[in-house]
C-alpha cells in the first residue's frame, strides 16, 4: 500500500488538474513551473557539481563523495522531450549517483518543439562519445534516465547498435516513455486521475512536438517499436498506477523475446513522477536503492566473467604446457 506521504502528493496533484484543465497553460508557462519547483529539489550531502560545456551545450559532473572514478552514470533527464534541465533533476540524479557509488554527467539536451528529433538524441550521443573520448570504456558506462529520458537513453543504444560502436555496461529506464504512439485505450481505469492530469497538460502533443515531421512509429523515436536483438542488459522500473505501465511492460516482453536480459521492478499504486519526490517518498528512496543494488549486480557479473576468462586461461596455459612436457619426453 502507498506511504501516507504518496497519498498526499496523490491528492495535491488531484486537487491541481481541473485548474490545469481550465486554463490550458503554455508550454512556455509549464516550463517555468517546472524550474520553480526545482528550487526545491536540493542536492544530497557530500554530492558535489561541475560545469562542463560540450560543444556549446550545458552539461554537469555530479560527484559523489568517495565515488568510484573509473565508472559512470550518464543520466538523461525526463520531461516529455518538451521540459526538463539540469536544475530539475539535479537531486534526483545526486541521489542515485550517490547510491550507485558513481559520479553520473547529465546534459542539458535541446527540447521540442524548437528542437524536433533527432536534436535530443544527437546530444545524447555527443555525450556518450565524449565521455569515451575521456577515457571510459563503454563497458564503465551505465546510461540512465527517467521518463522520455529513458526513453532517449534506450533509443541513444539503438543507435549505437545500428552505428557498430560499443554499447554501454546496462541501461536504466526509471518509467520510461517506450512508445509516443498514446492510444485512446492506454489510459486506463487504474490511472483515471493521473490522465486527466496529463491531458491537461496537453501530454499528447509533446510527443507530436519532440517527432516533428518523423513518424511516431519510428524506432528511434519509440524504441518500443525497434528491434531489440543485441542490447545491453537492462532495468525496466515500473509502478502499475502510472500510464505508461501497459507499454512499458510490452516493451519488457518484447526485450525478453528478442534474448535481451531483462531486470523488471514493479511497484504498486505509485504516480509517474514518484521518482523525483525522493526526499519525502519512502517508495521513490526504495526504487532508487533498488536501482543501484541492479548496478552493483551490473559490476559483480562483470567481474565473474573476468574471473572465467582468466580461469579459462589459465587451464589453457596449463593444458600446453602439459603437452609440451609430453612432447619433450616422447
Aim: hydrophobic content about 45%; overall charge negative.
Amino acid at each position: 500500500m502507498p506511504s501516507t506521504q504518496h497519498l498526499l502528493l496523490k491528492q495535491l496533484l488531484t486537487a491541481a488538474t481541473p485548474a490545469l484543465a481550465s486554463s490550458r497553460p503554455r508550454l512556455a508557462h509549464v516550463r517555468l513551473a517546472a524550474e520553480f519547483g526545482a528550487l526545491l529539489q536540493f542536492i544530497p550531502w557530500n554530492v558535489f557539481l561541475e560545469d562542463v560545456d560540450l560543444d556549446g551545450m550545458a552539461a554537469e559532473w555530479i560527484r559523489p563523495a568517495h565515488a568510484d572514478e573509473s565508472r559512470v552514470l550518464l543520466y538523461l533527464h525526463g520531461g516529455g522531450y518538451v521540459l526538463g534541465s539540469l536544475n530539475t533533476h539535479r537531486g534526483l540524479i545526486g541521489s542515485l549517483a550517490q547510491r550507485c557509488g558513481l559520479p553520473a554527467f547529465t546534459i542539458d539536451y535541446r527540447k521540442a518543439p524548437e528542437y524536433p528529433f533527432p536534436a535530443a538524441l544527437e546530444d545524447a550521443l555527443l555525450a556518450y562519445r565524449w565521455l569515451r573520448a575521456e577515457g571510459y570504456p563503454a563497458e564503465n558506462i551505465i546510461v540512465a534516465g527517467d521518463s522520455a529520458g529513458g526513453g532517449l537513453a534506450l533509443a541513444l543504444t539503438l543507435a549505437l547498435r545500428e552505428a557498430g560502436e560499443a554499447l554501454p555496461a546496462a541501461v536504466m529506464g526509471l518509467s520510461p516513455w517506450t512508445d509516443l504512439v498514446l492510444p485512446e485505450k492506454v489510459l486506463r481505469e487504474v490511472c483515471e486521475q493521473e490522465t486527466q492530469l496529463l491531458e491537461a497538460l496537453q501530454i499528447r502533443d509533446w510527443g507530436t512536438h519532440y517527432a516533428g515531421n518523423t513518424p511516431l512509429t519510428h524506432p528511434l523515436v519509440s524504441p518500443g517499436q525497434a528491434e531489440l536483438r543485441g542490447l545491453p542488459p537492462l532495468l525496466i522500473q515500473l509502478s502499475d498506477a502510472e500510464v505508461l505501465c501497459d507499454d512499458g511492460l510490452g516493451f519488457v516482453e518484447k526485450a525478453r523475446r528478442a534474448g535481451v536480459p531483462v531486470t523488471l521492478q514493479s511497484y504498486q499504486g505509485l504516480v509517474h513522477w514518484w521518482h523525483l519526490f525522493w526526499r519525502v517518498l519512502p517508495e521513490a528512496r526504495q526504487a532508487l536503492d533498488d536501482a543501484a543494488g541492479f548496478v552493483r549486480g551490473v559490476w559483480a557479473a562483470q567481474a565473474a566473467a573476468a574471473d572465467a576468462v582468466r580461469r579459462a586461461g589459465q587451464r589453457v596455459g596449463r593444458n600446453t604446457a602439459a603437452s609440451a612436457r609430453l612432447r619433450a619426453h616422447g
